[in-house]
């Protein structure tokens, strides 16, 4: 870990890695920002070492410095789900990228940081169409809408389908993936009025969730995607058509203005809606609920490699993340502070 003798010796070594440590999780979260010697460890023969330039940030990044992602390790421990950079070294066995190619990869925790070393599978070369910091912002939207609508909902070009975090990082990705497989009709969601422009921009039916609720004839969807969860669990589930499949992939609805607020009447009620759904409803409803977590899939290479060869065919090339806001790295805190107000629109980066 990190302590000051540790800092100053790694400021006089050439390379140095910098380090950012969750130490405490809570609505005031403890962070340590450190520099590392840049001890060039042996590499495995199937490891790449990767100069870091950007990290990508995402909306779990915020879950968990409140300490609401169940699946993060015990701290202190690096977040961080993406980068982009540089190979600077390479294991043996490899024989398909160059020291100096850029490359883009994911990451289960640990990208906060200047220099990674990962294992090949997880790391892809920057697809041309791409810059440095698209790079940095494409890895998890794009597997979660990959997995989401091809893997486990197989989204047909006749559905209609409503994202309801639409102005998200996912969101912006998802669309360009559905677009790609020719659906037409795509409902996205905000809770602004501010960013409802933003999505018809793009071409979709845009409304916030207030008016959603409010149409006196409110579409059903066949296909739904929900990051919020909670109560909006329940009222999703009702607009899906028979034979209609909802995935759930978060619960952002449980953060507001971006804190926890575990005494409040809200988070009990959400937290209560979190409960399963009844098999016999869903059998009578003609309906599909299903779960989705994209950091489990790294225990799983050969379906997030299937997601990624997608990124190499013809289609590929219409995967460009919109980059919203770059943060120096050691800016961290008011960089996810920005997303989990709700402010962003598409991905937040981290320069180093
Ligand atoms: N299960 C998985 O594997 C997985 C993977 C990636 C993402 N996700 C989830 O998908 C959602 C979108 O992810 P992202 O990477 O696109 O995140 P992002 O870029 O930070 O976008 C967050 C999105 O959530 C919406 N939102 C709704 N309630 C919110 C709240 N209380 N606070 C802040 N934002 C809120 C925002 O929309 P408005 O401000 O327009 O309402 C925005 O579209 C998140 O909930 C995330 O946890 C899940």
């Known amino acids: 870990m990190c302590n ?33 010697n840049g001890r060039a460890n042996a590499l495995k023969h199937d490891e790449v070492r990767i100069k870091v330039h950007y990290s990508g940030l995402n909306f779990a990044d915020v879950m968990m410095k409140l300490g609401l992602y169940p699946d993060a390790p015990s701290t202190p421990y690096i977040p961080g789900y993406e980068v982009s950079g540089v190979v600077t070294e390479i294991g043996a066995g490899i024989e398909d990228l160059g020291i100096g190619q850029k ?3 994911g990451l289960a925790f640990g990208g906060y940081q200047s220099e990674v070393v990962l294992p090949r599978w997880q790391v892809v070369a920057l697809p041309s169409h791409l810059s440095m910091k698209e790079g940095a912002g494409l890895i998890v939207s794009f597997i979660t809408a990959y997995a989401s609508f091809h893997q486990m909902a197989r989204v047909k070009p006749s559905d209609r389908v409503f994202i309801d975090c639409a102005t998200g990082a996912l969101g912006h990705l998802s669309l360009a993936l559905l677009k790609s497989h020719g659906v037409e009709k795509i409902y996205g969601a905000t809770r602004s009025p501010e960013k409802l422009k933003f999505l018809r921009d793009q071409g979709i039916a845009a409304f916030t969730h207030q008016q959603l609720r409010e149409m006196k004839n409110p579409p059903l969807f066949d296909l739904i995607l929900n990051s919020r969860g909670g109560q909006s669990l329940r009222e999703d589930y009702q607009r899906l058509s028979p034979m209609g499949r909802m995935v759930c992939i978060g619960a952002s609805s449980f953060i507001a203005q971006g804190r926890k607020k575990i005494f409040s009447w809200n988070f009990l009620k959400n937290l209560w809606a979190m409960r399963g759904f009844s098999p016999v409803s869903l059998m009578n409803d003609n309906r599909a609920v299903m779960g989705l977590n994209a950091l489990r899939l790294f225990d799983a290479p050969e379906l997030l490699q299937e997601s990624l060869k997608f990124l190499e065919q013809d289609q590929g090339v219409n995967m460009i993340p919109h980059i919203d806001k770059v943060f120096a790295a050691d800016e961290l805190e008011l960089a996810l502070d920005y997303l989990g107000q709700g402010h962003s629109r598409g991905k937040v980066l981290l320069k180093w």
């Open 4 to 36: 000051t003798l540790n800092f100053y010796v790694g400021m006089i070594y050439m390379t140095k890695i910098r380090q950012i440590y969750l130490k405490k999780a809570g609505n005031k979260p403890v962070w340590d920002h450190c520099i590392q």
């Open 103 to 105: 490359i883009c990869a």
